[in-house]
């Protein structure tokens, strides 16, 4: 187990080659419909050659060459097992840097009309983390003055431009902060979508290609995953009559009669800072597009890294929050014999020698992604497309083809 994990602590290498431990990190959140998260880890030592610990100090925690964790210390415990002499067992967890958002305050002074991008810019500033802001440059955010704010946390203050706005974030394993809208989500680089671009043509450097806009997916097959798959659906998260508050004192609904018709009136009320009637009308549509309809969802899956190659690995440890993932090989009676599923969060668990990933996923529709030409898969042809279908309402292959 030892040989695939390298950690540093306050910048300096440990030695755990001799350390027996046991090691759980856990990134993202478990589910769609969960609120953010910050990255854990739990490091259990068994016996005095571990590495001295105190609390704050940061560790990183790498594994076959990938990022797992950055973050502090937070708790020690040591017991100890009745032997001769007696064994202690150490117990290290630690937390990412999002943890770090609920200790600063922000907001006193009052927020100016901005964009969602400039208000988290505002926010995240305030903050000593290493950030990606992949906010909306788009969604106008009204003004509050000072003697209508109230101080929150950083934390709480990017929890509500997100749920306005329909955006999420989390700390990634280099343990960067990301802050993610639903246009951006999975993207590699923000900066490479027309909305975010803010310099000149004459400032600008590189070509467009070189800015990566599409998601990287990820194929597991039934190699190296645990073979239980298990589908849900429910009416949980069902959403289809929702009104958004916005400007001043205003509203906008929106609803799927159809869905109403055939589950019953589910409403949501959503209020917001967002200025415009167009910004509000358009969150309120993206709401019902995702979640006017029951969906079939895969919830988790196991993979066994130590039954992979190096090539498969690697690929599989690159995952976040957003990343996108084809689970192939399902069982034809399922309802679907591949699924495409965003990665929501995972835990990636090393002991006694195996190392297993659980990955979280949801359905692509709650993410806001539309199909691209370069996802579409490459042995589908025109005869299996659903003639029905609508490009701009395409999330996943699965609706292409009418699954």
Request: proline share 4%.
């Amino acid at each position: 187990m030892t040989e695939d994990v390298t950690m540093t602590l306050n910048g300096v290498a440990v030695d755990v080659s001799n350390v027996e431990f046991n090691l759980t990190v856990m990134h993202g959140r478990s589910g769609v419909t969960d609120p953010p998260t910050a990255s854990s880890a739990q490091l259990v030592i068994r016996g005095s050659a571990g590495p001295v610990m105190e609390i704050s100090d940061v560790l990183t925690i790498t594994s076959h060459g990938e990022a797992r964790f950055s973050g502090k210390i937070s708790d020690l415990d040591v017991a100890f097992i009745q032997t001769s002499p007696p064994t202690p067992i150490t117990t290290v967890i630690a937390m990412g840097n999002l943890s770090e958002l609920g200790l600063v305050d922000v907001g006193s002074s009052g927020y100016a009309e901005q964009t969602a991008r400039q208000r988290v810019e505002t926010i995240l500033a305030a903050t000593d983390v290493a950030y990606l802001n992949g906010g909306d440059a788009a969604i106008t955010l009204k003004a509050v003055a000072a003697v209508d704010s109230v101080t929150t946390t950083a934390w709480d203050g990017l929890s509500a431009v997100a749920v306005q706005t329909g955006a999420l974030f989390f700390d990634d394993p280099d343990g960067r902060v990301i802050f993610e809208d639903y246009g951006n989500r999975g993207l590699t680089n923000f900066e490479g979508t027309w909305s975010a671009q803010t310099s000149t043509w004459a400032a600008a450097s590189g070509t467009w290609a070189s800015f990566p806009t599409e998601i990287t997916s990820t194929s597991l097959d039934s190699s190296g995953v645990v073979f239980n798959p298990v589908f849900t659906k429910t009416l949980e998260p069902l959403i289809n009559s929702v009104t958004v508050g916005y400007g001043t004192d205003q509203t906008i609904q929106q609803e799927d009669s159809a869905s109403i018709t055939a589950y019953g009136r589910r409403e949501y009320l959503l209020n917001t800072e967002i200025k415009t009637l167009d910004d509000a009308t358009e969150r309120g549509a993206n709401i019902i597009t995702a979640q006017a309809n029951p969906l079939w969802n895969l919830g988790q899956i196991t993979i066994l890294i130590h039954e992979l190659d190096a090539t498969q690995t690697t690929a599989v440890l690159k995952l976040v929050s957003g990343s996108l993932v084809i689970v192939n090989d399902l069982p034809a009676a399922g309802p679907y014999d591949a699924y495409e599923g965003i990665v929501e969060g995972w835990s990636d668990s090393y002991d006694n020698g195996n190392h297993t990933l659980t990955l979280s996923i949801s359905d692509p529709r709650f993410s806001y992604q539309t199909l691209k030409w370069g996802q579409v898969l490459p042995e589908l042809t025109w005869a299996e497309v659903d003639v029905t279908a609508k490009w701009f309402e395409i999330i996943s292959n699965n609706e292409l083809i009418g699954a």
